[in-house]
């Protein structure tokens, strides 16, 4: 059975950094690309950002390009997300997901950690 736990969740002011973490376990998700989505009260989830098995392709979306940086250490099955120069519209719970290959459907998430920033 296949966990992702997410973890480095909490309450920073306005422009500070968090870095998020994501262990998977149950197996190795070989092939798999790892995206982290966030989902703030009253809205839909949406992408944030996403890396390939290898970590040589990358997206973001556009609000978060510049300020947020997606890489995994494959040997400890563990993705991260670098949070800089965070705004009070990057709050909400943050999950990670993988999905495999180039598909871009997902087929394990994580049950969040959630981000709060303070203006």
């Known amino acids: 059975q296949v966990q992702l736990v997410e973890s480095g969740g909490g309450l920073v002011q306005t422009g500070g950094s968090l870095r998020l973490s994501c262990v998977t376990s149950?197996?190795?998700?070989?092939?798999?690309?790892m995206g982290w989505f966030r989902q703030a009260p009253g809205k839909e989830r949406e992408f944030v950002a996403r890396?390939?098995?290898?970590?040589?392709?990358?997206s973001y979306a556009d609000s978060v390009k510049g300020r947020f940086t997606i890489s995994r250490d494959n040997a400890k099955n563990t993705v991260y997300l670098q949070m800089n120069s965070l705004k009070p519209e990057d709050a909400a719970v943050y999950y990670c997901?993988?999905?495999?290959?180039?598909?871009?459907?997902?087929?394990?998430w994580g049950q969040g950690t959630q981000v709060t920033v303070s203006s």
């Open positions: 890396l390939s098995w290898s970590g040589g392709i990358t």
């Open positions: 149950g197996r190795t998700l070989s092939g798999y690309a």
């Open positions: 997901a993988a999905a495999y290959g180039i598909s871009r459907k997902y087929d394990y």
